[in-house]
Nanobody
Framework: QVQLVESGGGLVQPGGSLRLSCAAS????????MGWYRQAPGNQRELVAV???????NYGASVKGRFTISRANARNTVDLQMNSLKPEDTAVYYC???????????WGQGTQVTVSS
């Protein structure tokens, strides 16, 4: 099975920055995409950013221009650099891996990001 472990969450002031990291391990049969999603209490889980196997990226409208996703293929890791953080960015951030074989999705346990004074 595949395991995803997120790190880097925490408390940050508005306007600050955080860098999230997700490391994948286990029997991975090709990575089609890796990305980040987030969910705040009472809200639906929403796309933050995704990087595809060809290197292309997609960003949620609310984070575009502030967040940057990057993939370290050799280590099966994906990072999310979050700049100019706003209180509305507060959520649990989940790492996602979309596997080529079978099209399976794997999810991390989530890491809390809190943006507050």
């Amino acid at each position: 099975q595949v395991q995803l472990v997120e790190s880097g969450g925490g408390l940050v002031q508005p306007g600050g920055s955080l860098r999230l990291s997700c490391a994948a391990s286990g029997s991975i049969f090709g990575i089609n995409a890796m990305g980040w999603y987030r969910q705040a209490p009472g809200n639906q889980r929403e796309l933050v950013a995704v990087v595809w196997r060809d290197g292309s990226t997609n960003y949620g409208a609310s984070v575009k221009g502030r967040f940057t996703i990057s993939r370290a293929n050799a280590r099966n890791t994906v990072d999310l650099q979050m700049n100019s953080l706003k209180p509305e960015d507060t959520a649990v951030y989940y790492c996602n891996l979309h596997q080529i074989l079978g099209g399976y999705d794997y999810w991390g346990q989530g890491t809390q990001v809190t943006v507050s004074s």
